[in-house]
């Protein structure tokens, strides 16, 4: 039976990749910074709570990060922690860039200190990529970050890189482009739009406030996000993977979208709010999936339409 280390696992991702592990027969351990606090409410949605083994951990704190490494004797860790929120790292730059860049840097050395085969997939982002204007960015393509969180994401794809060439690490970093769901938190857009589009459909809100909806991205779904990862550590070769729908849309053609699920007119009901803008943003971020399909046999089945719909009526569903 494999063993993973999943850092990160109250999360998105970490709970939807938790599921995909647990079906694969894996063993899954997982880390939140403070196991005894958190309420992995995600976990429990899922209904796997139970199954999975729990542990803290501090990503930067080298001394944590080896005690649990040498505890667990994974035999594939999935980084998928640190601060997570483009927004929120303009106001945090620091902790972002220290639980992104020098808590990849702990968990690579950690696997160089202790010796052992551990693969390692790293939590890598298409914000690194900046404004990709009208072409689309794939594995090779500059990076150009606008933002702390980007600058942190851009650091600890290298930090992977380096230790592959440099020490033999199987070591893969996915350059995901954004996943969304059910699960995602409210401080993230779809989240907010998903849910405002219910909440005033009822009557219970009048207004959503939101900043540039010009601006396009290429939205996921996150389930099957999780299974790039995966696919990933099962190569025979360490690499990394531009992973997304190879589709972007305007933000405003998601609220549309969003608005139209509960047949309402969004135009009525937003409010463009320049405070909401970011001090420095992406105009346009695209990607070209070709390698992850090739390689990995990797392919987005679900596109913007079909997440709106799902993040929607699950607001709709749990009456939120
Ligand atoms: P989440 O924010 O849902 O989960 C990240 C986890 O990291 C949290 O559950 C939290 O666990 C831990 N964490 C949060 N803040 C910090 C911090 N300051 N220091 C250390 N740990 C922290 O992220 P997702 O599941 O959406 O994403 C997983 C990874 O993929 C992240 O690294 C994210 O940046 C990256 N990514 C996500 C994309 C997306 O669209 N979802 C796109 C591209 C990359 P706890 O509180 O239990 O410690």
């Known amino acids: ?23 694969k027969n894996y063993e899954v351990c997982g880390t939140s910074r403070d ?19 729990l542990e803290s951990m501090s990503l930067t704190d080298f001394r944590s990060v080896l005690q649990v490494l040498n505890k667990i004797q994974p035999n594939e860790i999935y980084n998928l922690a640190g601060q997570s929120s483009v927004g929120l790292s303009f106001e945090q730059p620091v902790e972002t860039l220290d639980s992104i860049a020098t808590g990849t840097l702990n968990l690579l050395e950690a696997i160089r200190f202790i010796g052992a085969p551990i693969k390692l997939y790293n939590a890598g982002s298409s914000e690194c990529f900046g404004d990709t ?7 090779t393509s500059p990076f150009r970050p606008r933002s702390p969180y980007a600058v942190a994401k851009a650091a600890a794809f290298w930090e992977v890189a380096n230790y592959r060439e440099a020490y033999g690490l199987f070591a893969c970093s996915g350059i995901l482009f954004n996943h969304e769901s059910t699960l995602r938190p409210q401080r993230f857009v779809t989240q907010k739009i998903a849910a405002a589009a219910a909440k005033i459909a009822r009557g219970d809100q009048q207004k959503l406030y939101l900043g540039n909806t010009d601006i396009k991205r290429d939205w996921g779904w996150a389930p099957e996000y999780v299974e790039a990862m995966y696919l990933m550590l099962q190569q025979d070769k360490p ?9 972007s849309n305007k933000l405003e053609d998601f609220v549309a979208a969003a608005f139209a699920c509960v047949n309402l007119d969004w135009r009525e009901h937003v409010v463009i709010d320049k405070s909401l803008y970011r001090p420095t943003d992406i105009a346009v971020g695209r990607g070209h999936p070709a390698k992850a399909r090739e390689v990995l046999g990797w392919q987005a089945k679900s596109k913007m339409q079909d997440v709106v719909r799902m993040m929607v009526e699950a607001r709709i569903a749990d009456g939120y």
């Open 239 to 247: 690499d990394d993977y531009v992973i997304c729908t190879g589709e």
């Open 35 to 53: 196991a005894q606090m958190s309420s992995f409410g995600n976990l429990n949605r899922l209904g796997i709570a139970e199954h999975v083994k």
């Open 1 to 23: 039976m494999k063993k993973a280390l999943i850092c990160g696992i109250s999360g998105q991702d970490g709970a939807y990749l938790s599921q995909l592990l647990l079906e």
């Open 133 to 139: 204007g009208e072409g689309s960015a794939i594995e």
